[in-house]
Nanobody
Framework: QVQLVESGGGLVQPGGSLRLSCAAS????????MGWYRQAPGKQRELVGF???????KYADSVKGRFTISRDNTKNTVHLQMNSLKPEDTAVYYC?????????WGQGTQVTVSS
């Protein structure tokens, strides 16, 4: 199994930046894709973006050009750099690891964008 722990959430003003991190442990060699999802109050969980084993990335249209996903293989960590944050980015952000056989989720970290 893969265990995931997110960190880096918090309160930020509109236009600000935050960097989330997701540390993976356990059967990390089995991970194909790691992604970030978010869930705002009263809404369904949605995909923010993901990064493949080869380093390719894909993003939701709502965050394209503002968010960047990167991975540090030496530390088994994936980062989500969020710039130009908007109030509508407020949500609990979850890290996700897909092995092709099962999916693991982190516990989530709260991001609040407000003045």
């Amino acid at each position: 199994q893969v265990q995931l722990v997110e960190s880096g959430g918090g309160l930020v003003q509109p236009g600000g930046s935050l960097r989330l991190s997701c540390a993976a442990s356990g059967s990390i060699a089995s991970i194909n894709i790691m992604g970030w999802y978010r869930q705002a109050p009263g809404k369904q969980r949605e995909l923010v973006g993901f990064i493949t084993l080869g380093g390719s990335t894909k993003y939701a249209d709502s965050v394209k050009g503002r968010f960047t996903i990167s991975r540090d293989n030496t530390k088994n960590t994936v980062h989500l750099q969020m710039n130009s944050l908007k109030p509508e980015d407020t949500a609990v952000y979850y890290c996700n690891a897909n092995t092709g056989f099962y999916v693991s989720w982190g516990q989530g970290t709260q991001v609040t964008v407000s003045s």
